[in-house]
């Protein structure tokens, strides 16, 4: 009897080794897939753009013709889901000239430009240290192992940053870049040489307010994790909330996702200060425009090519009835029915929702807030609540709209970024979070 116990406990126990084994064996092999979990839609070139609190770079930058010369960066970004595994993905989208990096590295950021000893691992890209890549083009790099992420579900993650370094080598020409950073990263002098491998601080000695080259990182995450994309202009992009606060509204929901549901869904942000539904008719490097690409020039770069995407919130419409745009309503309805319906054509199971457009009218920017283009934001508003071309709609404008004044609450004027009165167009840090908060978070987990 006890020699039979002993036998069946034995097969019991080799039983539940062999189950553990064949499930982790399963899930190597098809239990997960890459997701974005960070953004920072390109434009160009520097220093076309609408940079919030920039430094004075002339002293890094001299020549924008020239751009980067032999000379490293050092670019902080806040990953919103982590993983064992990560890889990035470097744009020369919108240079001139072909672009070389080496001396490529990421980090777990501790503070200043400084990276936490020991987690600086280098990139490679096709098992090579440098990669060329041509003007238009992007690359990612190969897959980079995350040594100090044991557990990518660990709650002390959350909130933690990344120091991704790379080199220039020689002359970059005109520098593809994102203006609104709204974070704090940091680039060496020209002909500093190659720094990435260095984890201290005093190697990248200025500050910048913005992205550069780098437009996407992913992680390695489980098969069912769900990404949506924060598509639109400087109100999706953060401009007048803190800087380093990590305060835009897709931040706000996104804390209040993973607070339900953890690490199930991810959001990041392909906002754009200055972006338009239907302009610039057109955009390239020797023709740029602050706003950056119009949304259907972007739209498969910043949303499509993202991995893991499963929806989309779209808000966009300020910037093309301003007076630099100067558009009609049904102009803009007309381009961004046509942009859901290329989204739905690539990804016919992604969701998209369309947000209504916050009130500008008072503003005191030299391009807005007059009655005109207010009367063709709401035109574009009721198309966004009625026309049925969305999966849902998020109504930001009724939770901004001060219906005494026609404009925004006056809670959500004064400035968060630099101080001051604010402009009665883009919300502060309040104004974002009420937006945030304002999101139907069940909507977004909907299959």
């Known amino acids: 009897m006890r020699t039979h116990m002993k036998r069946t406990s034995f097969l019991s126990s080799w039983l539940v080794v062999f189950i553990l084994v064949f499930s982790q064996a399963l899930w190597a092999a098809g239990g997960t897939k890459w997701v974005t979990s960070w953004t920072g839609s390109v434009q160009g070139p520097y220093p076309v753009g609408n940079p919030s609190a920039p430094p004075d770079l002339s002293l890094v930058f001299p020549t924008p013709i020239v751009g980067a010369v032999d000379q490293s960066f050092r670019l902080i970004v806040k990953p919103d889901i ?58 990612w790099s190969d897959a980079i192992a995350l040594g100090f992420v044991k557990d990518p579900s660990e ?64 992680m390695k995450a489980p098969a069912d994790t769900r990404l949506v994309v924060a598509f639109g202009d400087s109100i999706t992009d953060g401009t007048a909330t803190t800087m380093n606060g990590d305060d835009r509204w897709p931040d706000v929901l996104s804390r209040r996702l993973h607070a339900l549901y953890g690490d199930k869904i991810a959001v990041v942000n ?16 020797t023709k740029p425009f602050p706003g950056g690409p119009a949304a259907g020039q972007r739209i498969e770069r910043d949303v499509l090519t993202l991995s893991g995407v499963s929806a989309m919130i779209w808000l966009e419409g300020i910037n093309d009835f301003s007076k630099n745009g100067n558009r009609e309503a049904d102009v ?104 945030g908060i304002s999101v139907d978070t069940g909507m977004l987990m909907r299959p």
């Open 82 to 139: 982590w993983g064992k595994e990560a890889r990035i993905r470097l744009s020369n989208a919108l240079g001139t000239k072909p672009v070389t990096f080496d001396g490529v590295f990421v980090g777990l950021h501790m503070a200043s430009s400084a990276v936490v000893k020991g987690t600086n691992h280098a990139v490679k890209f096709g098992g090579r240290n440098s990669v060329t890549v041509a003007p238009g083009s992007s690359v």
């Open 155 to 218: 709650r002390l993650l959350a909130g933690r940053k990344l120091a991704v370094s790379f080199h220039i080598a020689g002359e970059s020409g005109p520098m593809t870049w994102h203006a609104k950073a709204l974070t704090t990263s940091y680039v060496t002098a020209p002909h500093a040489g190659a720094m990435g491998h260095d984890e201290g601080e005093l190697a990248f000695p200025f500050a910048t307010a913005s992205w550069y080259f780098l437009d996407a990182v992913d």
């Open 270 to 285: 392909a906002g754009i200060g200055g972006n338009q539904i239907a302009g610039p008719a057109e955009y390239s490097p």
């Open 332 to 435: 803009a309805k007309a381009e961004m029915k046509a942009v859901v319906e290329r989204v739905r054509a690539h990804h016919p199971k992604m969701k998209i929702y369309g947000a209504t457009v916050v009130s500008a009218l008072g503003s005191t920017s030299a391009a807005h807030g007059f009655p005109e283009q207010n009367e063709k934001r709401k035109s574009l508003n009721e198309f966004i609540r009625t026309s049925g071309i969305f999966d849902g709609v998020i109504d930001f404008d009724k939770e901004t709209l001060d219906p005494q004044t026609g404009g925004m609450r006056a809670e959500f004027v004064p400035d968060n970024t630099v101080g001051g009165k604010g402009d009665k167009l883009h919300p502060n840090r309040l104004g974002y979070r009420t937006m």
